[in-house]
């Protein structure tokens, strides 16, 4: 004869606790992967908070020293910063000096310290311009000044 009612039901039981326990297998993979992006994410995001500086010229008053503009940037974030032309990209009025045309005082501005940004004089005229600098992390600062 076939199998008994209670035999089909048994299988049927086996069968399914078969293809739940693969679900939830999936369902664990799924979420530590999640898990895990979400974590990197806000690392990220941390690194970034803890990245901030400001220019603090005097926007009428930037000085002219051996043929280089002088500006400040100051470390106001919570980690130190690496200063390299790789790091940090300026430019004025929205034109990218080049790597040759500016250089940094320090390799690196410790939290609350003041780096020099040297730029070439021949490349900003006189007049009112917009100084944009950029460094690690995509952040970045903006000052109106005048020559």
């Known amino acids: 004869m076939g199998v008994s009612v209670s035999g089909t039901h048994v299988i049927f039981f086996i069968v399914s606790m078969i293809i739940a326990g693969s679900v939830s297998g999936v369902f664990i993979a799924v979420i530590t992967n999640v898990s895990t992006s ?34 400040y940037l100051k470390n106001i974030g919570g980690k130190k910063i690496i200063t ?16 040759t045309k500016y250089n940094l005082s320090v390799n690196n501005i410790k939290i609350g ?35």
């Not at 930037?62 to 043929?67: A, F, L, Q, R």
């Not at 390299?84 to 790597?99: A, M």
């Not at 040297?118 to 007049?127: A, P």
């Open 84 to 99: 390299t032309n790789e790091t940090f990209q300026i430019f004025v009025d929205g034109d990218i000096i080049s790597t």
């Open 38 to 71: 979400l974590s990197e994410r806000g690392d990220r995001v941390q690194e970034q908070l803890d990245t901030d500086f400001k220019i603090i010229n005097d926007n009428e008053n930037i000085p002219d020293v051996n043929g280089y503009y002088r500006f």
């Open 113 to 147: 310290e003041v780096a020099t940004i040297y730029v070439l004089n021949s490349e900003i005229s006189s007049g009112d311009h917009t100084l944009r600098v950029v460094g690690p992390q995509a952040i970045e600062d903006e000052f109106a000044f005048t020559i």
